[in-house]
């Protein structure tokens, strides 16, 4: 099973970026669909974005669509989440997931994942 480190969390103003990186160790990456998750104080965890094992199909939630951009570097085992023209309501930790196969079908269903990582704090101020 694949472990999973975020970073690149932090506070910012409305209207800034953000690059999350999350880091994979203990299987072959590329083998891997990933997936971004977030999770806002008493709100449900959802879906952010989803990408296939080489990078060629991708997926996102309507909010974020024009505005984050997932990708991933298999050499260097890690996906990445540009988040740009950020909104307060972007404020949640966010997840990095791993589903143990090379395309999901519905990047959106946390049941795919069988591998998340601790979470990155992103806030931001109106």
């Known amino acids: 099973q694949v472990q999973l480190v975020e970073s690149g969390g932090g506070l910012v103003q409305a209207g800034g970026a953000l690059r999350l990186s999350c880091a994979a160790s203990?299987?072959?990456?590329?083998?891997?669909?990933m997936g971004w998750f977030r999770q806002a104080p008493g709100k449900e965890r959802e879906f952010v974005a989803g990408i296939s094992g080489s990078g060629g199909d991708t997926d996102y939630r309507d909010s974020v669509k024009g505005r984050f951009t997932i990708s991933r570097d298999n050499a260097k085992n890690t996906v990445y989440l540009e988040m740009t023209s950020l909104k307060p309501e972007d404020s949640a930790v966010y997840y990095c997931a791993a589903a143990p196969t090379f395309w999901l079908r519905y990047y959106s269903d946390t049941a795919n994942y069988n591998a998340w990582g601790q979470g990155t704090q992103v806030t931001v101020s109106p």
């Open positions: 203990g299987r072959t990456f590329s083998n891997y669909a």
